[in-house]
């Protein structure tokens, strides 16, 4: 058996036409989900007793379980959940003048060691499941339900490497999209990865317009395999050929996303080697201030941020600075987690 919010409509409809149901069914159910809300399946009421059983014979309704929430002074809330074997994971909102966007986590733990991440710090133990990747944004929309709100974009870089559980994550992308459940917008989803090649590649053939981030932080393979071990096994000239394969098939502008550390990776020459990394890629580099997760990085300077963005600017690269927001509330990606862990 499987969770009704883990199962795309399209894959839903295959399985009730297989059993001997029509099509329409699936639309019933998924306005019974995401429009009423209903809380089990017995309170679909557009359907019949009959069919409702043969729903319950096969399928299930979940929700997740609140342990945690932390509200930062600028609105940013992060979320604690518990699941049902008892791991627990992390959702952030973060409130933007243009709406609410969602950080979704898609494993329990990572295995992938980014030395200045709280993620890595506690090792995988599983993918999250279809169901609980989507229960993450239903909870959070109803909740700002409450005070006429919603969530209007949803970003893929929680706790954990969504391209490690790449057939899990497509299926929440599809479900989040679907104009009769979620309705978030393809424009509006930006999954992040730590730079698997050969993913970035099949993620070209995904037929949903969502957008692409790649956790670069640092532009030399000698300090990249150093505090990313994932380099190690795809360094920079595979990933920039993997995003430039990308980019030819899909048309789609990429981020880069960078964290600056100080002494690390925020001087003018890794300013020049990222000027150089993305030369000749159609991308924009995210500069993004560090919440400490660890007592050996420190965030850099304004000093030293302003020259690094300057010199990015006059070398022609898009260059934004990211706002910090959740700076009170251990927002990093599983501080909160490692917290309670820590606390029983």
């Given amino acids: 058996m499987r969770s009704l919010f883990g199962i795309s409509r399209d894959n839903l409809v295959s399985f009730l036409v297989a059993n001997g149901h029509p099509k329409f069914r699936a639309v019933q159910i998924y306005e019974g989900l995401y429009r009423q809300n209903v809380n089990?399946?017995?309170?679909?009421k557009v359907l019949k007793n009959e069919f409702k059983d043969f729903l319950k014979g096969n399928f299930y309704l979940n929700s997740l379980e609140l342990v945690?929430?932390?509200e930062s002074i600028d609105g940013t809330v992060k979320y604690l959940f518990k699941l049902y074997d008892d791991n627990l994971i992390e959702t952030v909102l973060m409130k933007h003048d243009y709406g609410n966007s969602l950080c979704v986590s898609t494993q329990v733990g990572c295995n992938f060691a980014c030395a200045f991440c709280a993620s890595g710090l506690l090792k995988k133990q599983r993918n999250l499941k279809t169901d609980e990747l989507v229960l993450q944004v239903k909870y959070i929309n109803d909740d700002l339900s409450k005070k006429d709100e919603k969530v209007s974009s949803v970003v893929v870089m929680g706790i954990g490497e969504p391209f490690d559980n790449y057939d899990n994550v497509l299926e929440f992308l599809e479900i989040i999209n679907d104009d009769k459940a979620l309705a978030i917008?393809?424009?509006?989803?930006?999954?992040?990865?730590?730079?698997?090649?050969?993913?970035i590649e099949e993620f070209?053939?995904?037929?949903?317009?969502?957008?692409?981030?790649?956790?670069?932080?640092?532009?030399?393979?000698e300090k990249r395999s150093k505090y990313m071990p994932v380099n190690r096994a795809y360094n920079l000239q595979e990933l920039k050929e993997a995003i430039i394969k990308y980019y030819e098939k899909t048309n789609r502008r990429i981020t880069i996303e960078y964290i600056l550390l100080k002494g690390v990776n925020d001087s003018l020459e890794d300013a020049r080697a990222l000027v150089e990394f993305v030369s000749g890629l159609n991308c924009y580099v995210n500069l993004i201030p560090y919440n400490s997760t660890s007592s050996k990085f420190e965030r850099s300077d304004e000093k030293a941020v302003n020259e690094f963005f300057r010199y990015?600017?006059?070398?022609?690269?898009?260059?934004?600075?990211?706002?910090?927001?959740?700076?009170?509330?251990?927002?990093?990606?599983?501080?909160?987690?490692?917290?309670?862990?820590?606390?029983?």
């Fill in 68 to 70: 945690r929430k932390e």
């Fill in 312 to 344: 990015l600017k006059r070398n022609n690269v898009n260059v934004t600075k990211r706002k910090e927001q959740g700076h009170d509330i251990n927002a990093a990606c599983g501080q909160l987690r490692n917290k309670q862990i820590k606390e029983g």
């Fill in 204 to 221: 070209s053939n995904f037929p949903l317009q969502v957008n692409l981030a790649i956790s670069l932080h640092f532009a030399s393979d």
């Fill in 185 to 199: 917008g393809s424009r509006h989803i930006t999954v992040s990865t730590v730079g698997l090649a050969p993913k």
């Fill in 40 to 44: 089990s399946i017995d309170d679909i």
